[in-house]
């Protein structure tokens, strides 16, 4: 069965600095993979997907994540964080009949 | 395009009384998804709908829940009756195909 595994349940990053939040995935075949951010008291919103092609994929906001098929990864990377990204971050990796099996997510802190 | 539109926004109920909740998804998006967020377990998959045909309701927690997509614009996420541990904030969810899913803002459910 599909599986996502956020190892950072916490993050703290400097304004300015950069980001890389992990994702690791366990998935068959080729996988279909999506970051996606919530802030407080909102939705969840879709930051980028991976389904095929170039394995650098650019995102809203200045993001981008990097599929790496060897390490069963796709890191969402900022390279200057504003204090408005912070959130909580989810990686989902989708299943059979459109499903997402989503990780517990990442909470993003911005200090100034 | 307005996005997933979810109302009530908010609601407050007591023990006992019966909760609707709403969904539009975008038009033109084949798959239908409630989803339940709490801190205790996280977001978890109630139940998906494609085509209008529920497809998977093995998340739904117990009889007490009932969701309907009498057609491709509307469905409902019903709880009869509410308990106090129903409290959390739930998601509706569309996507076109290819696991992609666009999220409503959610509906927070308080049951006192």
């Known amino acids: 069965a599909q599986s996502v595994t956020q190892p950072d349940i916490h993050i703290t990053v400097s304004e300015g600095a950069s980001l890389e939040l992990r994702c690791n995935y366990s998935?068959?075949?080729?996988?279909?993979l999506f970051w996606y951010v919530q802030s407080p008291g909102q939705g969840l919103q879709l930051l980028l997907k991976?389904?095929?092609?170039?394995?650098l994929v650019q995102g809203i906001k200045g993001f981008e994540a990097e599929f790496k098929r060897s390490q069963s990864s796709f890191n969402l990377r900022k390279p200057s964080v504003h204090w408005s990204d912070a959130a909580e971050y989810f990686c989902?990796?989708?299943?059979?009949?459109?499903?997402?099996?989503f990780g517990a997510g990442t909470i993003l802190r911005v200090k100034s | 395009d307005a996005g997933v539109i979810q109302s009530p926004r908010h609601e407050v109920t007591e023990m006992g009384q019966e909760v609707t909740l709403r969904c539009k998804p975008i038009?033109?998006?084949?798959?239908l998804f409630w989803y339940r967020q709490t801190m205790m377990r996280g977001l978890e998959l109630l139940i998906y709908?494609?085509?209008?045909?529920?497809?998977?309701d093995s998340g739904m927690p117990e009889d007490r829940f009932s969701a309907k997509m009498p057609n491709a614009s509307f469905s409902t996420l019903k709880i009869q009756p509410s308990e106090p541990r129903d409290s959390a904030v739930y998601f509706c969810?569309?996507?076109?195909?290819?696991?992609?899913?666009?999220f409503g803002p959610g509906t927070r459910l308080t049951v006192l």
């Open positions: 991976y389904f095929s092609g170039d394995t």
């Open positions: 989902a990796v989708g299943a059979q009949g459109n499903k997402l099996v």
């Open positions: 709908f494609n085509n209008n045909v529920p497809i998977d």
């Open positions: 969810a569309s996507g076109p195909d290819y696991n992609e899913q666009f």
């Open positions: 998935y068959g075949a080729t996988p279909y």
């Open positions: 038009s033109g998006h084949n798959s």
